[in-house]
């Protein structure tokens, strides 16, 4: 929870502080990444890696289900692309330090990310290169600045979504 409250609040303490007090207000006992993706209609860490699995596995109708899934409960869009955007990137820098010396600690420095989920991003890394995030993060990139300014977010990302899921067809 403490992750996401950190990323959320993007090294401002106040922000850090005001997401917080929100969360102390609605939740009852221990604070947990749910409640933070609740609270900011972002998409929770494992919701994330089964989208990314599927968009990597080249499942559309799978990714698409996540998506819509996502949005059915009210996730905001600019929030699951400003999360698929973090993810990819931290794909990229798990495929771009194979065989770095001290890889544990750099990935450490570079991804703000519990060490369990740092496992899994090694995992998912495996199913894919370095060109090919490269190229998913210039379309999700793209995606992102035009769904800010959009009144159609929601088919745009969806459009994006099938777009990284087809990519061999294209």
Not at 64 to 73: A, E, F, K, T
Not at 79 to 107: F, K, Y
Not at 118 to 143: C, D, H, K, M, P
């Amino acid at each position: 929870a403490l992750y996401a409250v950190a990323r959320a609040s993007e090294g401002s303490l106040r922000d850090a502080e005001v997401v917080l007090e929100q969360l102390a207000s609605f939740v009852d006992g221990a604070i947990t990444e749910p409640d933070v993706s609740a609270l900011l209609g972002a998409m929770e860490s494992e919701a994330l890696c089964t989208w990314v699995h599927a968009i990597l596995e080249r499942n559309a109708p799978e990714a698409l289900r996540i998506l819509m899934g996502q949005l059915d409960h009210g996730k905001d869009v600019p929030q699951l692309l400003a999360g698929l955007l973090r993810h990819l990137r931290n794909l990229l820098i798990v495929c771009s330090t194979r065989g770095t010396p001290s890889r544990e600690a750099l990935l450490a420095r570079l991804i703000d990310e519990p060490s369990e989920r740092i496992t899994r991003l090694e995992s998912q890394a495996a199913l894919t290169s370095s060109q090919e995030l490269l190229l998913l993060l210039q379309i999700v990139s793209g995606a992102y600045e035009l769904v800010r300014r959009s009144p159609m977010a929601q088919t745009i990302l969806e459009l994006v979504g099938m777009k990284l899921a087809t990519r061999e067809e294209w």
